[in-house]
Nanobody, 117 residues
Framework: QVQLVESGGGLVQAGGSLRLSCAAS????????MSWFRQAPGKEREFVAT????????YYADSVKGRFTIFRDNAKNTVYLQMNSLKSEDTAVYYC??????????WGQGTQVTVSS
C-alpha cells in the first residue's frame, strides 16, 4: 500500500522560508515522478511543481518559479519542496502526489502552510 506523508508546514511571516517533506512508502520511489500541489481556502487544487524520477528535470508553476525548489532524495524515498520568499498568497494546504503531467496515482494527506503578512 502506497503511503505519502507530508511534513514541514507551519506559520511563517511573509518573506520567510519553509521546507516541506513528503516521505513515501509502499512503492519503488525512484521509478516515479513526484509532484506538489496546493489548495487555498475556497479555491481549486493547483499544480506547484514536479520532478522526474532521477531528479534531473523539474517544472514549476509560474506563480512559484524562482522562489520554490523541488528536489528528491531517492535513497530516503523523500521529495522536498523548498519555499523561499513566501507570500500571503502561498497560504494553502500542500499535497504531494505520485506522478506528473496530469496523471497522479496517489496523494498525501496534506500539510498546512500559513504565511502572515
Amino acid at each position: 500500500q502506497v503511503q505519502l506523508v507530508e511534513s514541514g508546514g507551519g506559520l511563517v511571516q511573509a518573506g520567510g522560508s519553509l521546507r516541506l517533506s513528503c516521505a513515501a512508502s509502499g512503492h519503488t520511489f525512484s521509478r516515479y515522478a513526484m509532484s506538489w500541489f496546493r489548495q487555498a481556502p475556497g479555491k481549486e487544487r493547483e499544480f506547484v511543481a514536479t520532478i522526474n524520477k532521477s531528479g534531473g528535470t523539474t517544472y514549476y508553476a509560474d506563480s512559484v518559479k524562482g522562489r520554490f525548489t523541488i528536489f528528491r532524495d531517492n535513497a530516503k524515498n523523500t521529495v522536498y519542496l523548498q519555499m523561499n520568499s513566501l507570500k500571503s498568497e502561498d497560504t494553502a494546504v500542500y499535497y504531494c502526489a505520485v506522478g506528473a503531467a496530469g496523471s497522479y496515482e496517489y496523494w498525501g494527506q496534506g500539510t498546512q502552510v500559513t504565511v502572515s503578512s
